[in-house]
C-alpha cells in the first residue's frame, strides 16, 4: 500500500467503482446538511425576541414578540428539523448500503474472475479480512462520517452567517482563525501518512507470523520451540503497538493543537468583544449573541478535524481494496474456441512467479487418452507445470494448448468443464458430504452422488457414518482422515465426468491402506480419459504411458519406466534412492 491516502479521491473511486446512481445518497446527505442548518434557527429567534424586548426592533420581525407567534414559529422550525432528520438519515443509510452493496457485489465478483494462480497465492485470511472488515470501514465513510462531516459544515456555515449579520468584524476575526488552524491540520498529515504506510507494512508481517504460528503450533510445540516463537510474536506485536501509538500522535496530536489554536482565539475573540461593549461601540445582546453562536460555529469545526481523522482511517481500507481492484483478471478470448481433441501440448513454455524462472522453455506432449506423470526433484517446478495446463496461470512464453487450441482461446468456463483436479489438499465446505460431492455436479441425483462414491470407493464408510451421506463436514463439521477426503475429491471429480484429469500429489499424505484404495478409485477415473498426474512416490506412477522427469524447471528425460531405469539418468537415480529408502524401512 504505497498510495497516500486522499480522501476526496478515494470516496470518488469507491462511488465509481460501485456502478450505481447516487442521486439518493446526495439527497439524503443535503436533507442532513439542511437540518443542521435549521439548528441556528431557534437562536435567531430568540435573538430577535430579546431585540424585541430591549426596543431595538429588526424590521419585519415584529411579530415575534407575541409568545404564542414565537411558540408556534418554534415548534415549526423543529417539526422541519425533525422531518428533514427522518428522511436525511433513511436516504443516507438506504443511498450508503445500495452504493456499499453494489461495491461488494462488484468486488466479489472481480475476485472470482481472479486467476486461480492468484487465489491460491493470498492468504485467505488476507482476503476474508479485506471483504468483511475493510468494507465495513468503507462502509462508515458514507454511512457515518460522511453524513456528519456534512453536517457539521451546515451548523459551522449558518452560524458563521447570522454572526456575519450580527457583528461582521467579530465574524471576519472568528472566521481568520480558521484557515491558520487548517494549515497546522494539513501539515500533519504527511506525518500520519507515513507512520499509517509503517504500520501497515508491520501489521502485514504480524498478521503472517500469527497465521504461521497458529497452523504450525503443533509441530512448534513438539519441538519444544512454541516459547521462542512466542517471543518473536511478541516482538512483532510489540513493533506494531508503538508505530500504532506513532500514528495516534500523529493523527490525533495535530487534532489537539487545533483545538488549542481555536479555543485560544476564541478567548481573544470574547474579551475584544467585552471590550467593544465597554466602549459602546457594541451591544451587550449582540455580545451574547457572538459568545453563544462562536460556540455553535467552533463546536462543529473541532468535530470535522476529527472527522478528517476518521475519513482518513477510513480511506485506508479503500486504498487496501483498491490493490484488489486493480489485480489483473484472468483474459477472456472475445470469441472463446473449442478443443478440437483431448491431448495436451506445452510449446516452449517458459514461466515464473516473480522475478526468477520456474519453467524454462518447456516443450511437451501429452497424448489423447493417456496417463502422463511428472516428476522430479523438489521445487522442480512439477505442480506449476500442472497448473499451466489448469490456466492457473498463463505463461510468460510460448503456449500451453489444449486439443489444438491455445488455453488462452477457450475460455475459463469451457476450460473448466473440461479439467477435473485432485489436489493433495482437499476442500471441504461447511455442509453435508452430499452437497460436497455434489460440487463435482449440480443437478446430480443422491444415486448418481452414489454410484461416484461406490467407484471412489468411500461409499462404504460414507454409510457407517451415523448421519450417513448427510453428515456434516468442513468447519465445525466431522474430521475426516487424509484418506478419506481425496476419496471424497475422487467422487466429486467422477461425477463431473471431465475428460482431461489432473492429479497433484494425491497420495502424498496417506497411509499405504488408503493409497491403494485410492489408486483402484483413480485407475477407474483415468479410463478413457487424459490423465496427468504429479507424484513424489515413483512406485505409483510406474505403469504411465510416459514419464516426465524434470529438474530445475527443465525436462530432462522423458519415456516409459523401464525405458528411463534403461537409460540411467535422474530418473533411475530418482528410482534407486527410492527403492532404497523402503529397504531400509523394511
Ligand atoms: N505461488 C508461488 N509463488 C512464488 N513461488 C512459487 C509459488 N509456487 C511455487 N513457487 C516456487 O516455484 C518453484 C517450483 O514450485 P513447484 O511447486 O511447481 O515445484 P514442485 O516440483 O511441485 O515441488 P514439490 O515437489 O516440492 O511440491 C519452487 O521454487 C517454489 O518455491
Partial sequence: MDEPVNVWRSMRRILARSGVPTARLWVGLALRLLERCCEILPYLLCYLWLREIAQAPVDGFGW??????????????????????????????????????????????????????????????????????????????????????????????????????????????????????????????????????????????????????????????????????????????????????????????????????????????????????????????????????????????LEMAEYLVMLRHACQSEIKLEELWRMPLLPEPTLPDAPRHLAARFENVSFGYGESRTLHGVSLEVP??????????????????????????????????????????????????LVSMVFQHVQLFNGSILENIRIGKEDASDAEVMAACRAADCHEFISGLPAGYQTRVGEGGLSLSGGERQRLSIARALLKDAPLLLLDEVTASVDPQSQLSIHQALSKLAVHRTVVMVAHRLSTVRNADQIVVLREGRIVEVGQHWQLLRQGGLYAELWAAQASLQGAMA
Fill in 368 to 417: 489423447e487418452r493417456s496417463v502422463t506423470a511428472i516428476v522430479g526433484p523438489s521445487g522442480a517446478g512439477k505442480s506449476t507445470l500442472l497448473h499451466l495446463l489448469a490456466r492457473f496461470h498463463d505463461p510468460d512464453e510460448g503456449n500451453v494448448r489444449i486439443g489444438g487450441v491455445d488455453a488462452r482461446e477457450i475460455g475459463s468456463d469451457r476450460l473448466y468443464g
Fill in 64 to 301: 415575534v414578540i407575541d409568545p404564542a407567534s414565537l411558540g408556534l414559529a418554534l415548534a415549526a422550525v423543529f417539526a422541519v428539523q425533525w422531518v428533514l432528520a427522518y428522511f436525511g438519515q433513511q436516504m443516507c443509510f438506504s443511498g450508503t448500503y445500495q452504493v456499499i452493496g453494489a461495491y461488494r457485489e462488484q468486488l466479489i465478483d472481480r475476485v472470482r474472475g481472479l486467476p486461480i494462480g492468484t487465489l491460491r497465492e493470498r492468504r485467505l485470511g488476507q482476503l476474508a479480512d479485506l471483504l468483511t472488515d475493510d468494507i465495513s470501514r468503507v462502509e462508515s465513510i458514507f454511512a457515518h462520517i460522511t453524513a456528519d462531516f456534512v453536517a457539521a459544515i451546515g451548523i459551522a456555515s449558518t452560524a458563521i452567517l447570522m454572526l456575519t449579520w450580527i457583528d461582521w468584524r467579530l465574524a471576519a476575526a472568528l472566521a481568520g482563525l480558521v484557515p491558520l488552524a487548517t494549515v497546522v491540520l494539513m501539515a500533519s498529515r504527511h506525518l500520519f501518512e507515513s507512520a499509517g504506510l509503517r504500520k501497515h507494512v508491520r501489521y502485514k508481517q504480524a498478521a503472517g507470523m500469527l497465521i504461521e504460528y497458529i497452523g504450525g503450533l503443533a509441530t512448534l510445540r513438539l519441538f519444544n520451540r512454541s516459547g521462542a516463537w512466542r517471543v518473536r510474536l511478541d516482538d512483532a506485536f510489540g513493533d506494531l503497538r508503538v508505530l500504532s501509538l506513532g500514528i495516534e500522535k500523529w493523527g490525533g496530536g495535530p487534532v489537539m493543537l487545533y483545538r488549542l489554536m481555536v479555543e485560544c482565539g476564541l478567548l481573544g475573540l470574547f474579551l475584544v468583544g467585552a471590550w467593544l461593549v465597554l466602549a459602546a461601540d457594541s451591544t451587550p445582546l449582540g455580545w451574547l449573541a457572538f459568545f453563544l453562536l462562536a460556540y455553535k460555529f467552533i463546536g462543529p469545526l
